[in-house]
């Protein structure tokens, strides 16, 4: 297992945390519904409910569901530093442990969404202590990545540019959320553009940032096609400008006291010209994500020349052509080193894989009841938000029955 | 475009959840930028009402986490993971076309309410029952939000299934 590419097993993890937590905001979701549509009371103080239940309930979802959003742009992170630094991932172990802990640790630390819903001192210090907590595996992962970069070879790809801001950009969101982990310095925080700048910081600054890297990275070999390295640089560079104009005033206006959720303000709370900057910011932001668009769509007009490893990167995806056949492999590849394509102190590279499969490789064919099974559920919602139970029962028919076609589908020969 | 429909293949599918995710990142960044548009003045620099603004960033947030972010990654997780582990597919092919269908579906009919709410002569869109009493309120446009992020979270535990791979292929 610890053989796994770092991306992999962040993408483990978090399906552990969704697994784990999207059943809390199902329960929370089915609840409200029957709020809704039936009349029952449990969200509602008059009929014995209580709105502190829903936000336990959210929280307990929405804390783990923001690790959900930060782990796989990490794992991308530590894919793409060894590849343009030319080393491998510095610590790769603890790398890997961190994340785990981080997963476990983030199920303990909910209700510091909750600091101003009056739990209480103790609640509150408990909570406070354990959200400190978890900066340390997190602050462990940056540690790695900076000794990743120490003393390698670095190409500065749009890619790892893209990789390096994530790294900047999530330190300074990071410590925005440390000062929310005190629930003294929170209870000014909350609700205001503070944590506006909190969010955005660590969602655009980290998770966004970090999918961009991987978007420059893997697109030739999903495509087949090479993006343009300097219509990236442009992108990489007003996106970082942009998002630093557009979020990090929302620090001060948020400590001068400008809730969130406004849709006008008092010029007399002196946020305006933070405002003015911020959408200044958001409009550069719009413009790079045009200039990315274009990247992306001008490729279409290219030719699929792109090599199996234009990176020189170390992983299997880049033992095979690009965009891979459909049956990816010719021979499923033995696995002996963390980095098979890279000669290491240990072992050498793996030999390239065959061009032709020894033997035919039967490839499933495509199948029309998972999209069939799939329309089954918004009949439904439409039967259930207007009220109409025949249509409803439409829709339970269509997934019923999308379900017993698929799972009785023939096999092909 | 029958291929497109019917596919099972993960590369297939992280395309399609890429290009799909790519769209609601642009609808999410235009309600971004209306909503900057009207702060940039103290006192209603667009002149969007209170009701509007209440819409504009609940989706913003909804649509960017749900729609955006998550199937990004999903995109990635797709197309890549079987790669880096030398198979051949996810174990759970068809399931894992479903989780697409059901995001897709779930992310139309969530932007759909702009244009059915009033259909419905719907109120606020609320977020959550903040202050305990609109639960009762029979707001149609909210339950627009709560039921497709019931249809649309379900894809997760799909994606999750799918990550069942084989790993005869690592010698251990």
């Given at each position: 297992?610890?053989?796994?590419?770092?991306?992999?097993?962040?993408?483990?993890?978090?399906?552990?945390?969704?697994?784990t937590?999207f059943?809390?905001?199902?329960?929370?979701?089915?609840?409200?519904?029957?709020?809704?549509?039936?009349?029952?009371?449990?969200?509602?103080?008059q009929?014995?409910?209580?709105?502190?239940?829903?936000?336990?309930l959210?929280?307990?979802?929405?804390?783990?569901?923001?690790?959900?959003?930060?782990?796989?742009?990490?794992?991308?992170?530590?894919?793409?530093?060894?590849?343009?630094?030319?080393?491998p991932?510095?610590?790769?172990?603890?790398?890997?442990?961190?994340?785990?802990?981080?997963?476990?640790?983030?199920?303990?630390?909910?209700?510091?969404?909750?600091?101003?819903?009056?739990?209480?001192?103790?609640?509150?210090s408990?909570f406070?202590?354990?959200?400190?907590?978890?900066?340390?595996p997190?602050?462990?992962?940056?540690f790695?990545?900076?000794?990743?970069?120490?003393?390698?070879?670095?190409?500065?790809?749009?890619?790892?540019?893209?990789?390096?801001?994530?790294?900047?950009?999530?330190?300074?969101?990071?410590?925005?959320?440390?000062?929310?982990?005190?629930?003294p310095?929170?209870?000014?925080?909350?609700?205001?553009?503070?944590?506006?700048?909190?969010?955005?910081?660590?969602?655009?600054?980290?998770t966004i940032?970090?999918?961009?890297a991987?978007?420059?990275?893997?697109?030739?070999?999903?495509?087949?096609?090479?993006l343009?390295?300097?219509?990236?640089?442009?992108?990489?560079?007003?996106?970082?400008?942009?998002m630093?104009?557009?979020?990090?005033?929302?620090?001060?206006?948020?400590?001068?006291?400008?809730?969130?959720?406004?849709?006008t303000?008092?010029?007399d709370?002196?946020v305006?010209?933070?405002?003015?900057?911020?959408t200044?910011?958001?409009?550069?932001?719009?413009?790079?994500?045009?200039v990315?668009?274009?990247?992306?769509?001008?490729?279409?007009?290219?030719?699929?020349?792109?090599?199996?490893?234009?990176?020189?990167?170390?992983?299997?995806e880049?033992?095979?052509?690009s965009?891979?056949?459909?049956?990816?492999?010719?021979?499923?590849?033995t696995?002996?080193?963390?980095?098979?394509?890279?000669?290491?102190?240990?072992?050498?590279?793996?030999?390239?894989?065959?061009?032709?499969?020894?033997?035919?490789?039967?490839?499933?064919?495509?199948?029309?009841?998972?999209?069939?099974?799939?329309i089954?559920?918004?009949?439904?919602?439409?039967?259930?938000?207007?009220?109409?139970?025949?249509?409803?029962?439409?829709?339970?028919?269509?997934?019923i029955?999308?379900?017993?076609r698929?799972?009785y589908?023939?096999?092909e020969? | 475009?029958?291929?497109?429909?019917?596919?099972?293949?993960?590369?297939?599918?992280?395309?399609l959840y890429?290009?799909?995710?790519?769209?609601?990142?642009?609808?999410?960044?235009?309600?971004?930028?209306?909503?900057?548009?009207?702060?940039?003045?103290p006192?209603?620099?667009?002149?969007?009402?209170?009701?509007?603004?209440?819409?504009?960033f609940t989706?913003?947030?909804t649509?960017?986490?749900?729609?955006?972010?998550?199937?990004?990654?999903?995109?990635?997780?797709?197309?890549?993971?079987?790669?880096?582990?030398?198979?051949?597919?996810?174990?759970?092919?068809?399931?894992n076309?479903?989780?697409?269908?059901?995001?897709?579906?779930?992310g139309?009919?969530?932007?759909?309410?702009?244009?059915?709410?009033?259909?419905?002569?719907?109120?606020?869109?609320s977020?959550a029952?903040?202050r305990?009493?609109?639960?009762?309120?029979?707001?149609?446009?909210a339950?627009?939000?709560?039921?497709?992020?019931?249809i649309?979270?379900?894809w997760d535990?799909r994606?999750?299934?799918?990550?069942?791979?084989?790993r005869?292929?690592?010698?251990?």
């Amino acid at each position: 297992m610890l053989r796994l590419p770092p991306f992999t097993w962040m993408t483990l993890i978090t399906q552990f945390l969704v697994i784990t937590a999207f059943p809390v905001i199902t329960v929370a979701l089915v609840l409200l519904m029957f709020d809704r549509f039936f009349g029952t009371h449990f969200f509602v103080p008059q009929g014995g409910g209580d709105p502190i239940l829903w936000q336990h309930l959210f929280w307990m979802f929405g804390h783990p569901e923001v690790y959900i959003l930060i782990l796989p742009a990490m794992g991308v992170v530590s894919e793409v530093l060894p590849t343009f630094a030319k080393k491998p991932l510095f610590g790769y172990t603890v790398v890997v442990y961190s994340g785990v802990v981080i997963a476990f640790l983030g199920w303990s630390v909910w209700s510091h969404h909750m600091f101003s819903s009056g739990l209480g001192p103790i609640a509150d210090s408990v909570f406070a202590g354990t959200t400190m907590l978890i900066a340390i595996p997190t602050g462990v992962k940056i540690f790695n990545w900076i000794g990743t970069l120490w003393g390698g070879q670095i190409r500065f790809t749009t890619s790892l540019l893209f990789a390096v801001g994530f790294i900047a950009m999530f330190i300074i969101g990071g410590l925005s959320g440390v000062s929310h982990a005190s629930a003294p310095s929170d209870l000014q925080q909350t609700d205001t553009y503070y944590v506006v700048a909190h969010i955005h910081y660590v969602l655009f600054g980290g998770t966004i940032l970090g999918l961009f890297a991987g978007m420059y990275y893997w697109w030739p070999k999903m495509t087949g096609r090479m993006l343009s390295e300097s219509l990236g640089k442009v992108h990489f560079w007003l996106t970082l400008i942009g998002m630093n104009l557009a979020f990090f005033p929302m620090h001060f206006s948020g400590m001068l006291g400008m809730p969130r959720r406004i849709y006008t303000y008092s010029s007399d709370l002196g946020v305006t010209g933070f405002n003015q900057v911020s959408t200044i910011g958001a409009f550069l932001i719009g413009l790079a994500t045009l200039v990315f668009f274009w990247n992306l769509l001008r490729t279409r007009w290219q030719p699929v020349t792109a090599p199996s490893n234009p990176w020189g990167g170390s992983t299997l995806e880049w033992a095979i052509p690009s965009p891979p056949p459909v049956y990816n492999f010719t021979v499923i590849p033995t696995v002996e080193s963390r980095m098979p394509l890279w000669q290491t102190e240990r072992h050498a590279p793996m030999r390239p894989l065959p061009e032709r499969p020894p033997a035919a490789i039967h490839v499933p064919g495509g199948s029309w009841w998972p999209l069939i099974t799939a329309i089954g559920l918004p009949i439904l919602a439409i039967g259930a938000i207007s009220r109409a139970l025949p249509i409803v029962f439409v829709g339970v028919a269509v997934v019923i029955l999308g379900i017993y076609r698929w799972a009785y589908e023939p096999f092909e020969m | 475009m029958k291929t497109w429909l019917t596919t099972t293949d993960h590369k297939r599918i992280g395309l399609l959840y890429f290009w799909t995710a790519f769209g609601f990142f642009l609808i999410g960044g235009l309600e971004a930028l209306i909503i900057r548009a009207q702060l940039a003045r103290p006192d209603g620099g667009l002149g969007v009402s209170a009701e509007t603004f209440n819409q504009l960033f609940t989706m913003h947030g909804t649509t960017m986490v749900f729609l955006a972010l998550m199937p990004l990654s999903a995109a990635f997780f797709n197309f890549i993971i079987p790669l880096q582990i030398g198979a051949r597919d996810v174990a759970f092919p068809r399931l894992n076309a479903f989780s697409y269908w059901v995001f897709l579906l779930g992310g139309l009919f969530l932007n759909a309410s702009f244009i059915a709410g009033p259909l419905f002569g719907a109120d606020r869109l609320s977020v959550a029952p903040m202050r305990g009493g609109s639960a009762t309120r029979t707001s149609r446009r909210a339950s627009f939000r709560q039921v497709p992020m019931s249809i649309s979270g379900s894809w997760d535990y799909r994606s999750w299934a799918s990550h069942r791979w084989r790993r005869a292929s690592i010698s251990s």
